[in-house]
């Protein structure tokens, strides 16, 4: 009697484990990214824009990676953006391997946007 609860009890409890894992895990899945170019924020503030690849995993890589550097006119007080292509410090980064811990947000580039043609145009493109 005691023994055919107890497999009664194991066999509900593995049940319900089993209806939460079919809900859960799909909501635990990244989302696809749709664009060819991502937004990356840091927890430090940086942000860079690139292609992500391994979403979901605990070291991201960020590919043809990009930054704003902005320049202020001493003179006229103007702020001059330009983006930035990675590549071209001194030890010539082609990617950045992310501490998923330390991305904040991820939003798409849409093509039509002004950060995407400005890498089209970079690219030559």
């Given at each position: 009697m005691v023994r055919n609860t107890l497999f009664a009890s194991v066999g509900v409890a593995c049940g319900f484990?089993?209806?939460?894992?079919?809900?859960?895990?799909?909501?635990?899945?990244?989302?696809?990214?749709?664009?060819?170019?991502?937004?990356?924020?840091?927890?430090?503030?940086?942000?860079?824009?690139g292609k992500l690849d391994r979403l979901g995993s605990p070291y991201p890589v960020l590919h043809d990676v990009f930054y704003i550097q902005s320049q202020t006119d001493p003179n006229t007080k103007a702020v001059k953006n330009s983006l930035i292509k990675r590549g071209k410090e001194w030890h010539e980064p082609d990617l950045m391997i992310l501490d998923a811990r330390q991305i904040v947000l991820i939003e798409p580039v849409k093509p039509t946007s002004t950060v995407a043609k400005l890498i089209k145009e970079y690219k030559g493109q």
């Open positions: 484990l089993a209806a939460f894992l079919m809900f859960r895990l799909p909501a635990l899945r990244p989302p696809p990214l749709a664009t060819d170019y991502q937004l990356v924020l840091l927890a430090n503030g940086q942000t860079f824009f």
